[in-house]
């Protein structure tokens, strides 16, 4: 049996003045899912953000987290978020342990073993004891994500999180954030300028382009690999005697000879039998190599190329 999503958005409707900023957005976020944001710029991704948690109105449509409406039931549903918009904010004078201390306050039933929890979760456990001040980007990074998690919220809104951080702390993120999924089932709905670490880091993304929804794309998952099976993709093949391939295959799939080796259009079973057909003509086959395309070139198919955040 499925479980109901997370979060889900129903005809979304953001204008201002006559200007439409969302038009009419739906989608769903499912339980435990890395679900990623990506738009041109000025497409209505913070602008969506800020109408999920509360601090922006929508001017029609609905967003339910957890069951409870935003509109109706507006503290039941923040009860059920934890967000970082734009870059956490702490003391930086306290440890990142007296932070979250602070920060557990507020929250009732969160416990010191919930704050030792987050901790071990974010792997801060061997600085949270120093002051916020000596931290670097990442590590506060990553004290944020511990404090909008503490009280164990059934989403997590993260916009734009990789901002400013470096290589190793982008990834550090990101396996913190999957981490995160597995480990409390947690959905993590987040929005990036780097579509290549979106493609690592998210089940599924949704494009939307002037405030509408393009495309959801899956990047992970049975339904990833499905369309993998079924879709047409270029392949390449390494064989000794690439005239004689061609040959063989003149007519399959706009066969052709590219950099030393022969490319073709093919489905996931047609690679199959094409190598089938090549050794049995005596070709010898030293290597099989798909070219799937990247999330990036998705994303620019879909929007015609207009650059991201």
């Given at each position: 049996?499925?479980?109901?999503?997370?979060?889900?958005?129903?005809?979304?409707?953001?204008?201002?003045?006559?200007?439409?900023?969302?038009?009419?957005?739906?989608?769903?976020?499912?339980?435990?899912?890395?679900?990623?944001?990506?738009?041109?710029?000025?497409?209505?991704?913070?602008?969506?953000?800020?109408?999920?948690?509360?601090?922006?109105?929508?001017?029609?449509?609905?967003?339910?987290?957890?069951?409870?409406?935003?509109?109706?039931e507006y503290p039941l549903a923040a009860s059920q978020v934890g967000a970082i918009v734009e870059n956490p904010e702490m003391y930086?004078?306290?440890?990142?342990?007296?932070?979250?201390?602070?920060?557990?306050?507020?929250?009732?039933?969160?416990?010191?073993?919930?704050?030792?929890?987050?901790?071990?979760?974010?792997?801060?456990?061997?600085?949270?004891?120093?002051?916020?001040?000596?931290?670097?980007?990442?590590?506060?990074?990553?004290?944020?994500?511990?404090?909008?998690?503490?009280?164990?919220?059934?989403?997590?809104?993260?916009?734009?999180?990789?901002?400013?951080?470096?290589?190793?702390?982008?990834?550090?993120?990101?396996?913190?954030?999957?981490?995160?999924?597995?480990?409390?089932?947690?959905?993590?709905?987040?929005?990036?300028?780097?579509?290549?670490?979106?493609?690592?880091?998210?089940?599924?993304?949704?494009?939307?382009?002037?405030?509408?929804?393009?495309?959801?794309?899956?990047?992970?998952?049975?339904?990833?690999?499905?369309?993998?099976?079924?879709?047409?993709?270029?392949?390449?093949?390494?064989?000794?005697?690439?005239?004689?391939?061609?040959?063989?295959?003149?007519?399959?799939?706009?066969?052709?000879?590219?950099?030393?080796?022969?490319?073709?259009?093919?489905?996931?079973?047609?690679?199959?039998?094409?190598?089938?057909?090549?050794?049995?003509?005596?070709?010898?086959?030293?290597?099989?190599?798909?070219?799937?395309?990247?999330?990036?070139?998705?994303?620019?198919?879909?929007?015609?190329?207009?650059?991201?955040?």
């Amino acid at each position: 049996m499925s479980q109901a999503p997370v979060a889900r958005l129903q005809e979304v409707t953001k204008r201002i003045g006559s200007r439409t900023i969302i038009d009419r957005l739906s989608l769903e976020v499912n339980p435990g899912e890395v679900f990623g944001f990506l738009g041109p710029n000025g497409s209505g991704k913070t602008t969506t953000i800020r109408m999920m948690v509360g601090l922006m109105a929508m001017t029609s449509g609905d967003i339910e987290i957890g069951g409870h409406s935003v509109r109706k039931e507006y503290p039941l549903a923040a009860s059920q978020v934890g967000a970082i918009v734009e870059n956490p904010e702490m003391y930086k004078y306290l440890t990142g342990y007296q932070n979250l201390v602070h920060f557990a306050r507020m929250n009732p039933g969160v416990d010191r073993k919930r704050i030792d929890e987050v901790v071990e979760l974010v792997g801060l456990e061997g600085r949270i004891h120093d002051k916020v001040k000596k931290y670097s980007l990442g590590m506060r990074q990553r004290l944020g994500v511990a404090q909008a998690v503490m009280h164990r919220p059934k989403l997590l809104i993260l916009d734009e999180p990789t901002n400013g951080l470096d290589p190793a702390g982008i990834r550090e993120l990101r396996d913190y954030l999957r981490q995160l999924a597995q480990a409390e089932g947690t959905s993590v709905f987040v929005s990036s300028h780097l579509l290549s670490e979106m493609e690592l880091m998210c089940d599924r993304v949704a494009i939307i382009q002037t405030g509408k929804l393009i495309d959801i794309r899956s990047i992970r998952g049975a339904a990833a690999s499905e369309h993998q099976q079924t879709e047409a993709r270029e392949v390449l093949f390494e064989v000794d005697h690439t005239d004689a391939a061609l040959g063989v295959l003149q007519g399959q799939g706009g066969v052709r000879i590219a950099d030393g080796q022969l490319a073709l259009t093919a489905a996931r079973e047609e690679i199959a039998e094409t190598n089938r057909r090549l050794v049995q003509a005596g070709i010898r086959v030293y290597g099989i190599r798909t070219k799937t395309k990247s999330l990036e070139d998705q994303f620019l198919e879909v929007t015609g190329g207009e650059s991201v955040d």
